[in-house]
Every structure is written in structure tokens, then in C-alpha cells.
């Protein structure tokens, strides 16, 4: 039986794993639970505090030329129905300077039983045997397990544990550190599979994300981070322009207004935006080269119509096409129009008043007109209707029928929206949807099966669904305190699992990114050019593109599945936990046989809300493989997977740390978003979702951020905010990425009521973030019955010091969120503002001399500053933590050594 890895089912019954308690030069039997075997007291087998997989102390095997053990009873006896699992980190280095020291430096777990506590211990089984690093400097894991059946004649016995150096004379010295024995539990449930009953190939374009042209800046693609995550996740498709923004633009005299026509004869160039300000169609060409992702264009139909020009907008979409054949492009994928049966789209919109809108017999006739004049261009293209989302109701068989009669024949793929519980949506509500389902009856799958087999009853077969646009729709969630990124990622995952058991070939995720949201409401692929945690599930279901969905079953509530064959015989098989229970999962997999895990992960909360990808591991009995499902968590085994592909070592970018000055850290004063002044390693965000308006006609006009700190503007912009749910918060974070810890002292802002009825009381919030100890929703100060000064002049001033929270100091790579509420108007429509609001602070007194090591990272890659004294010597010492990769430029503040070279370790994904 071969040990796949460590299972976090099993509880350590090690004493004193990472020895942190043992003290003196050696362990013997003064200093339980350690003591030593096969040396004489001679210092040989000590503690180490230089090097440490965890903690501050390892064990050491101080001397090359002895052999012997690290020692202890666990008083635990033999059950022969139970597996045992053992493992240890393990280091080597400091090579040997005598000739005669050859012998590799390895390391044995082994279990030795006595009757009775006090032993004597008889050698039974080994863990493993002769486990050796691979390079020297850098911790690695070995581990095993023992049956227990093939321990049944000692049943009853006490186990003692040794972790054994089996070698004289060796090459180097070796230490270990954070030792683990458990006994494996039985299965709480099991699974099925069976690879011979193949249902569907998942496409490249089952997982994908929509584009809003005018939200996209050319400054956020500029330094290629945007494109990497896009490609390192595995998004198959981009739509360009966008949702109902469609149904508004003008590919070749684009104005950086959405939602606005300028075909209307009463449309208002003043707010027309600058090209940098939005994506036009080469830089959204740019962005396909740079990620390999599928074309999806979409064709205005609204405009023609609405503004009697159809003509002129049928030539519109020709010339698209023509113009992306001229540039080489081959456009495979084209979408016509959004929501024509929601007033959100332009002609529904009625800007001329006439009273007409879209009907599906109408919507049949103009596809048909477009159609012919896309496919004179790419005959080849797969055509995209828009229809109702509610796939059992009436109107969609009405309208489906209408559509199809008319315009069927060049229709290819029948576009549905999907946002789960719109309105209504929670974290207890998905829950207690066991599985998740839309509108409380049928679930994804379910509906999307019923929509191809409708077309197909209808007469066409060939048309599929697709939905260009999915997501968790607004509702409770999103004012929740305890909600968080995480929870919006699975809640996501697991539609994702149900249009793959669907066969959705088009998925497209709304929307890649949403400008200032807050972060804890965010539930698109990345946040201020950063990934979110649904990026880490996308990364995760990647590894689906080309590979054969095969059935499968999972007979208890909570737990859902899909698996997945590829070509090349590899199984993988998709597990979520939506239970509150820890379970403990064996694989029925109907005799596929497994030569290996390749790989095993788990996305789950992690601890901060943010989501984390944690390898896993399975263990077997039986025949049979188990693994462990924490609550709340998603899941996925790749069995008998293609060779592990050595990382690529990115290009590094190192710099001394400068510490910065006490002062202003971060402050807004005429925009959102990004600060309008910061420090150099300090930035921020100030999100919109929550406050009423960014009003350029109010303002304080003292030119200070709050009571004396200057360097704010009296110009007049202001942040609006009224007494009512979702406009009474400005929500603005911080992150340290200076290399220094940094502490903050003060939030600095000035207030003022507009009207008598405008709200009175104040207070500041910390929201959520990287403090420790201190709660989120924490009121850290308030203030009440606030003047009414109105829209302009000098604004109450404050500046209110964070001294009193159990933590004010950002490590290197932390954020934190605060927020500013009001409270008590006596009308809602009543506005109050905020305006000049900062965070003043400075490096910590704490900090050392540091060094800032940066580098582009991708998923799951584990990454390890390395710093060697001399080139000469190939003697490699860990300097910071292993930090698991994301799809993003990440960096790690590490001490500045004397002297001597860095380098960055990379171990792989599986």
C-alpha cells in the first residue's frame, strides 16, 4: 500500500511535535516525551534554534559520523482495525569538510510495541525508509502509514515512535521538525464514480468572464498582472463590450458612457470620457493575444432600431467583422443584442418615446438581418440569441417558438442569465438549498437540460444553451457583517460544478471586475487588478477544459460532485462540502485503477475570509481511497495525472527598504478608487457601493485632512451619504506593501449636514481586515448632534487615533478596512458628506533592516526566499516562509543579510 499523503482527518498524537519544549543538549529520558536511542549521551541528537520548519526550534543530528533516534511512547496501543500515519519535516545541510564522510543522510519512521508502557520496545514496521532531500536547505515532508491488520498479533501493545538516522559518516548534517503520528479514521460517507459511462467533453469556453469596455481603464492591463491571472486561471472566453452596454455602444466611435447612445439626438457629449478611460476594441484584441482566450463579440441591434438607422447599424457590425479579418482575427463567437426583454436595454429603454420595445418576433427578424451580415464575413461563426432566463415558464416556450420559427436556422446558442436568488440571496439560504437551486426549483443542471431538450423538441437539436452571464444575485449577503469573499466564491463553485454535469459549453461568468466595490461584496474574478477568491475556485475548475464529464453519485445531502476523464486515463473528481460536519469521504471508483495522486487541493476559508488553496491527502484501505472534506469547502483529486511540469523561477525584483516617515499614509480628497495622495509602498481603495453619490458641487474648503494635517484640496468633490441601508457608509481600505511593518495612528476627515434633516451622528468603523484581536463591525470612535453647515465651507474637522484597538500595526502584505457611517436624519433624502479623509501613521519602531523581495506568482506554486553566503558553497538557507502562490504580483519583506546572494525557490503545484 502506498501513503498519497497527509490527511488533516487525523489528530497529532506526537507530544511536543515541533520540539519547542525540550530543552538542554540532548534528549534522554529526563526530558519526556523525547529521549534518544543508539548513543551515549555525547551531545550527538540536540535542539536547534538556527533553523526551524516552524516555530523557533528543531531537532538536530549534530554529528556526521554516529547514527541513532529521536524517541517517544505515545501510550496509544495497537487496534489492528485501524491505519496509522506518520511523518516528519526534514532539512539537510552544513556538508562534511572530511573526505571519509560519503553516506547519504537519510532518515527512518519506524513503530516499536511493548506490552506494557515501560516497554522493552520491539522493532514491528516502518513509516518509510531512507527519505532524503532533494536539495539541500529546504524543508521537505516524508510521511507513510501502517496497516493495522499487519499488526494484529501485537495487538494491545504500546506504540513507541522513532524517527531514525540509520546512517554513519554521512554527507551532511540533518534536523527535523514538526513530527505528526495519528491513527486514521473510518469513512463518514462514500462516493461513486464510473469511467466508462461518458456524458460530455467540457469546452474551453465553459468557463469564462464578461468585459464592461467603459469600466476598463488602459492602465489596468498596462503592466500585463490583469492578463496573467486571466490566463494562469483558465478563463476559456472574454465578451467584449459587455452586458446591456451593448445594446448602447459603437465599436468604431466608442464614448466611455456605457449606458449612454450617442446616437440619440439629445445625448450630452460633456461627460465623454478620454480613450484612456475605457477599452476599445484593439485593446481588447490586445488583451485575447496576450491570454489565448476565445473572441466573443457583440453586436448592437438597439441602436438601429430605436433610432430608425437600421441600415446604418447593420453596416456597423459588418465593418466590425471586417475590420477584426483585416487584422487576422477569426471570430468564432457573436452575440446579438441583451436582455431584450428587460428595460435595461437601449431600445426598451424608449429614449424617443414612442413606445416600442422588443418583442421575440421582432427579435427574430432583426437576428436574421444581422446574421447575414456578420456571416458575410465569417460564415463560420456560432450566433448567439438572447432570451428569458425562466426556462419552464410560459413566455420562454412563447418566445422560444416564436424565435425559432423565424430565425432558428441561424441561431446556434440560446443565451440565459443566471443570478441565484436575485434580491434574496444569502449565505443561510444557500445553505439550506440542498443542492442549490434557481428561483427554489429546479437546480442549474437541471434547468439548462431542460432548455437543449425544448430546442430539440422544437426541431433543433443543434441549438444549445449558454449563459453569458451568471453570478450570485444582490440580496442579504451583501449587508451581512458575517459575510465574506470566500463565502461568495463557493456559493459560485457550486454552479459551476452544475453546468459542467449540465454540458454547458458557453459559461461566462459577470463580470471580470467591478469598479470600487467593497471588497467583502465583491463576487467578480479579481478587485482592483487583484485576484479574489473566486479566482482560486476558477483555477481549480481549469484543470476540466478537454477532459469527458463521467457519472457519478454521492448519495449524502451536502455532498456534490462531478468527475472527469481525461485522454490520457486521468480521473478528476470534484467534491463540495456544504455540510457543517468535518466528513471523511471514500472513492468508489469501479475498478479504475490508481498508480498515483497527482494532485489533491481544497479551497476553503482559510482563516481570514479571502479564500486559500490547501493541498490535502488521501489515504488508502481496502483498495479503496479517503480523503477529508472540512465544512464549507471545495475540493478536487486528480488521479493518475500527467508528470509534474518543473516550475519556471520568475524574474525577481529586490530593493532595500526605506522605512516611511511619520505622517500621511493615504488620503482622498476628489476621486474614488485609488488614493488621490500616498506614500511610496502604501495605496488603498475608496469603494462607492455602499455611500449615495461623489458630488462634485460640495465640499470643505479648509484645504486640510481633518483638523491640522494639510495636503487636501478645496476643490469641490464630496462623498455623499444619506440614513438609509446601502448609502450610509464610506467604505476605504489601506495595505502595506512597503517591507516595514506599519503602524497607523489616526483616520483624519472632515463631515458636515447639508440640511437640518440630515444625519447627526457619526462613527467610525473598523470593518474587517488583518488586525489581530480586534472584532469586525468594531465602533473604534463616534460623534453625535453635528452642526449643519451645508454643501461648502469649513467642515467639522476631526481626526480620531486608533490607540485604543488591540492591534494598529499592518505587517508587510496586510490590509484593513474601515468605514464611516452616519445615523439619525429625520428625512432619508437628507445628504450629509464626507471629504479629505486619510489615514496618517509610519513604519513601526519594531522594524529591522529589511529587504523587499517581489516577483509575478502563479496559482498554488509555493515559493521560498533563499540566501546563500557564497555561490561557491550551493549552501542554500530558507530566509522567509513558504507562501503559497496566487495568480498576482506578490513580494515577502525578508532581513537583510551582511553579505551573500538571494534566490527565490519554486516547488510545484502537485
Known amino acids: 500500500m502506498a501513503f498519497l499523503g497527509y490527511s488533516d482527518a487525523v489528530s497529532n498524537r506526537i507530544a511536543d511535535a515541533g520540539f519547542e519544549v525540550l530543552a538542554g543538549n540532548e534528549p534522554n529520558v529526563a526530558t519526556a516525551p523525547w529521549f534518544t536511542s543508539g548513543e551515549g549521551g555525547d551531545e550527538s541528537f540536540i535542539t536547534d534554534t538556527n533553523r526551524a520548519h516552524s516555530g523557533s526550534q528543531s531537532g538536530l543530528f549534530k554529528f556526521y559520523y554516529d547514527n541513532g533516534a529521536f524517541v517517544q511512547n505515545l501510550n496509544i496501543q495497537v487496534d489492528p482495525s485501524r491505519e496509522y500515519e506518520a511523518s516528519i519535516w526534514m532539512l539537510t545541510g552544513e556538508p562534511s569538510s572530511n573526505s571519509t564522510h560519503t553516506n547519504a543522510p537519510t532518515l527512518n519512521a519506524t513503530i516499536y510495541t511493548a506490552a506494557s508502557p515501560a516497554g522493552p520496545y520491539t522493532y514491528r514496521k516502518g513509516f518509510f525508509w531512507g527519505g532524503q532531500n532533494r536539495e539541500q536547505g529546504v524543508w521537505e515532508k516524508f510521511s507513510g502509514v501502517v496497516i493495522g491488520s499487519e499488526m494484529a498479533e501485537w495487538a494491545g501493545e504500546y506504540i513507541q515512535i522513532r524517527f531514525a538516522k540509520p546512517n554513519v559518516s554521512v554527507s551532511h548534517r540533518i534536523w527535523i521538525d514538526d513530527a505528526f503520528f495519528g491513527e486514521i479514521p473510518e469513512a463518514d460517507a462514500a462516493v461513486s464514480v464510473d469511467v466508462s459511462a461518458g456524458e460530455h467533453v467540457v469546452t474551453k469556453m465553459a468557463m469564462g468572464t464578461g468585459l464592461v469596455y467603459s469600466w476598463y481603464a488602459d492602465s ?40 449612454m447612445d450617442h446616437w440619440n439626438p439629445a445625448y450630452d457629449t460633456a461627460n465623454d470620457q478620454p480613450p484612456e478611460n475605457f477599452m476599445d476594441l484593439d485593446e481588447y484584441l490586445a488583451l485575447i493575444d496576450e491570454t489565448g482566450a476565445e473572441i466573443m463579440l457583440g453586436v448592437n441591434m438597439s441602436s438601429g432600431i430605436e433610432w430608425g438607422r437600421e441600415a446604418e447599424a447593420i453596416a456597423e457590425a459588418s465593418n466590425l467583422m471586417v475590420y477584426c479579418q483585416s487584422r487576422g482575427y477569426d471570430v468564432k463567437y457573436i452575440y446579438f443584442d441583451n436582455e431584450n426583454f428587460q428595460s435595461g436595454n437601449n431600445y426598451n429603454y424608449d429614449s424617443d418615446g414612442d413606445g416600442e420595445a422588443w418583442n421575440a418576433a421582432l427579435y427574430a427578424q432583426q437576428f436574421n438581418l444581422y446574421a447575414a451580415a456578420v456571416k458575410a464575413t465569417f460564415p463560420d461563426a456560432k450566433l448567439i440569441a438572447n432570451a428569458r432566463n425562466n426556462v419552464t415558464g410560459p413566455a420562454f416556450l412563447s418566445d422560444m417558438q416564436t424565435m425559432l420559427s423565424i430565425a432558428g436556422t441561424n441561431i446556434d446558442f440560446v443565451d440565459l442569465h443566471y443570478y441565484w436568488e436575485w434580491n434574496t440571496a444569502s449565505w443561510d439560504s444557500w445553505k439550506s438549498q440542498l443542492p442549490m437551486t434557481r428561483a427554489g426549483a429546479q437546480t442549474y443542471q437541471e434547468s439548462i437540460e431542460y432548455a437543449n431538450a425544448l430546442f430539440a423538441s422544437e426541431g433543433y437539436p443543434n441549438i444549445r444553451a449558454a449563459v453569458l452571464e451568471w453570478n450570485i444575485g444582490p440580496g442579504p449577503w451583501m449587508t451581512d457583517p458575517g459575510h465574506n469573499n470566500f463565502k461568495t466564491a463557493l456559493m459560485q463553485s ?219 484640496s478645496t476643490d469641490l468633490t464630496a462623498y455623499a451619504v444619506q440614513a438609509t441601508n446601502g448609502s450610509d457608509t464610506v467604505v476605504f481600505s489601506i495595505e502595506n506593501q512597503s517591507g516595514l511593518p506599519l503602524r497607523l495612528d489616526a483616520v483624519c476627515f472632515d463631515y458636515s449636514r447639508w440640511w437640518q434633516s440630515s444625519p447627526k451622528d457619526i462613527a467610525l468603523v473598523y470593518e474587517s481586515g488583518d488586525f489581530s484581536g480586534v472584532s469586525n463591525g468594531t465602533v473604534i470612535q463616534s460623534a453625535v ?54 489615514i496618517t501613521g509610519g513604519t513601526a519602531s519594531n522594524a529591522v533592516d529589511s529587504l523587499l523581495v517581489a516577483w509575478r506568482a502563479e496559482t498554488a506554486k509555493e515559493y521560498t526566499v533563499m540566501h546563500a553566503s557564497s555561490l561557491l558553497s550551493n549552501s542554500w538557507e530558507e530566509v522567509s516562509e513558504p507562501v503559497s502562490g496566487i495568480p498576482a504580483d506578490m513580494s515577502v519583506s525578508v532581513p537583510v543579510e551582511a553579505s551573500g546572494f538571494y534566490r527565490l525557490q519554486v516547488s510545484p503545484s502537485n
Do not use: C
Not at 235 to 250: E, I, K, M, N, S
Not at 679 to 690: A, D, F, N, Q
Not at 785 to 792: A, Q, S
Not at 811 to 825: K, M, Q, T, W
Open 220 to 259: 489596468m492591463f498596462s503592466d500585463g498582472e490583469v492578463a496573467h491571472i486571466i490566463k494562469d486561471i483558465g478563463l476559456g472566453a472574454l465578451r467584449w463590450p459587455g452586458g446591456a452596454v451593448v445594446t448602447f455602444y459603437h465599436w468604431n466611435d466608442l464614448n466611455g458612457q456605457g449606458w
Open 494 to 712: 457550486e454552479m459551476q460544478m452544475q453546468f459542467l454535469s449540465a454540458g454547458l459549453d458557453i459559461g461566462l461568468l459577470y463580470t471580470l471586475e467591478s469598479t470600487n466595490v467593497d471588497p467583502l461584496n465583491d463576487k467578480h474574478v479579481i478587485h482592483n487588478s487583484d485576484p479574489n477568491a473566486t479566482a482560486l475556485w476558477m483555477w481549480l475548475f481549469s484543470k476540466t477544459v478537454g477532459k469527458t464529464v463521467v457519472q457519478s453519485s454521492s448519495p449524502t445531502a451536502g455532498i456534490y460532485m462531478v468527475a472527469l476523464k481525461g485522454d490520457d486515463g486521468e480521473l478528476a473528481v470534484y467534491l463540495l462540502n456544504k455540510t457543517d460536519q468535518e466528513l471523511n469521504v471514500e472513492f468508489d471508483l469501479g475498478g479504475y485503477v490508481v498508480n498515483e495522486v497527482s494532485e489533491a487541493w481544497r479551497f476553503h476559508d482559510g482563516g481570514t475570509g479571502r479564500g486559500e488553496l490547501q493541498r490535502i491527502g488521501l489515504w488508502e484501505m481496502g483498495g479503496n481511497h479517503r480523503t477529508t472534506l472540512k465544512s464549507d469547502s471545495m475540493n478536487m483529486v486528480l488521479f493518475n495525472g500527467p508528470a509534474a511540469v518543473a516550475p519556471a523561477r520568475p524574474t525577481l525584483d529586490a530593493r532595500i527598504v526605506q522605512p516611511v516617515s511619520d505622517g500621511l499614509l493615504v488620503g482622498w480628497y476628489t476621486t474614488a478608487g485609488k488614493p488621490d495622495t500616498s506614500v511610496s509602498g502604501v495605496s488603498g481603495s475608496l469603494m462607492t457601493s455602499r455611500l449615495y453619490d461623489v458630488d462634485d458641487s460640495a465640499g470643505s474648503d479648509d484645504g486640510t485632512f481633518g483638523t491640522v494635517l494639510s495636503g487636501a
Open 785 to 838: 448632534d453635528l452642526p449643519n453647515i451645508g454643501k461648502t465651507g469649513d467642515w467639522s474637522d476631526f481626526e480620531w487615533g486608533l490607540t485604543n484597538l488591540n492591534d494598529r500595526v499592518l505587517d508587510h502584505g496586510e490590509e484593513v478596512l474601515f468605514s464611516l457611517n452616519v445615523f439619525n436624519a429625520d428625512a432619508i433624502w437628507a445628504n450629509g458628506a464626507f471629504d479629505n479623509i486619510a
